[in-house]
């Protein structure tokens, strides 16, 4: 006798039934040998990665949605966006635009007692 379609299908689920009941048991038993190493090496879940994550945030590496679109398109390109005025100088001709962090001869001089807007230009 030729073996049917409907056998065949017969034959697929009792096989799927017999995968998923190995599975559970296999799973159940991989669980307990995990749960046996925990105990035995008295390990943490963020020992494991399982806890909240601390230290730094990665860095942003997309463009912020307030920069306007041309803005963001001449980013995209590499161009220059235009050259910044320099907003703070020294006697020695140090200057400083007020992007990004201050200099250290600005920062000396400020912990000398001298006042940002003294060099206000």
């Not at 039934?17 to 669980?31: H, M, N, Q, T």
């Not at 990665?49 to 590499?78: D, F, Y």
């Not at 000396?108 to 006042?115: L, M, Q, R, S, W």
């Given at each position: 006798?030729?073996?049917?379609?409907?056998?065949?299908?017969?034959?697929?689920?009792?096989?799927?039934?017999?995968?998923?009941?190995?599975?559970?048991?296999?799973?159940?038993?991989?669980?307990a040998?995990?749960?046996?190493?925990?105990?035995?090496?008295?390990?943490?879940?963020?020992?494991l990665?399982?806890?909240?994550?601390?230290?730094?945030?990665?860095?942003?590496?997309?463009?912020?949605?307030?920069?306007?679109?041309?803005?963001?398109?001449?980013?995209?390109?590499?161009?220059?966006?235009?050259?910044?005025?320099?907003?703070?100088?020294d006697?020695?001709?140090?200057?400083?635009?007020?992007?990004?962090?201050q200099?250290?001869?600005?920062r000396?001089?400020?912990?000398?007692?001298?006042?940002l807007?003294?060099f206000?230009?």
């Open positions: 006798m030729a073996i049917t379609y409907m056998d065949v299908q017969k034959q697929i689920q009792a096989l799927q039934a017999k995968a998923a009941e190995l599975r559970k048991k296999e799973v159940g038993d991989v669980i040998r995990i749960k046996q190493a925990i105990a035995e090496y008295q390990l943490t879940a963020s020992d990665g399982l806890g909240a994550k601390r230290g730094p945030k990665p860095k942003a590496t997309a463009v912020p949605p307030k920069q306007s679109a041309v803005r963001a398109k001449t980013a995209r390109r590499g161009r220059s966006l235009g050259k910044v005025p320099v907003k703070y100088r006697k020695n001709g140090n200057t400083w635009t007020g992007r990004g962090n200099p250290v001869w600005l000396e001089a400020i912990k000398g007692g001298a006042k807007e003294s206000r230009v």
